[in-house]
């Protein structure tokens, strides 16, 4: 006799205690390297390389947090830089991803098929591998030391995936609503911008975040090759200053890392609401 529980709920005591280990060692791996960071941005410098080594500091200070904006007086600029570049990268991105995953989510033409495989291929490149190229595309451009030249080579890589992500949610919503529509005497824009686009709303959502973190991610070897100027350094190549000629302020370092992707967890904070929900929509078949 069945006795009412769901399937998914049927593990033995065991289980339940493998299960937990195991997202317990997961999580450990994962938030290892923050909790070091965190608490050795808390550290004094002299005490970093004491020995036995401390793990928890009996003198710890946020003083870092402090002196860090001394240290490296464009480290607020470098912050904002990396806003802006990822912030302009995402919103490239959408515009051209939008339609094109429309596209791709509702019509049947010659090459589709090989072009989605395209941009996987895309994917499967390093930006190392290209920057002899991009480096002269960008100066032939006239893009060398400006935001453009971190911005356009970024959204180049992110496009791909973004696609693949938006094209696949789109998918899921009804054929049925665009032929209604079309019936009616509406056009493909008016379609795409007052139906899709509403129903597409959490895609969208999750789109944008996981572009804004590429881009957020990615700008450290683009900045490097194609920016000589400090004004337009993002802060993953600003960190570069806590490195001295016999020193590394190692504290000052991770406060000024864990400052920097503080805007980024925020958001992802305030977010992540919409952006569980856009991930798991239509993964159930209705």
Known sequence: MSSGRPMIDRYRWYEYVAIYCGLALFLTFVLAPFVEGFL???????????????????????????????????????????LLISTVATIAVLILVVPAAYAFARFQFRGAGALLGAFLAVNMFSGAVLLIPLYRLMRSMGLLNTYFAMIVPGVAFLIPSAIWLLRTYMLRIPRELDEAAWVDGASRLYILRRIVLPIAGPGILVVALATFIGAYAQQFIFALTFNSKSEYMPLAVGLFAFFGKERVVWNELMAASFVGIAPVMIGFIFLQRYLVAGLTAGAVKQ
């Open 40 to 82: 050795v941005s808390l550290k004094p410098l002299t005490h970093l390389f004491s020995s036995p080594y401390r793990f928890w500091p009996d003198d710890g200070s946020f003083d870092a947090y402090f002196t860090m904006w001394e240290h490296v007086p464009l480290l607020g600029r470098y912050i904002f830089n990396s």
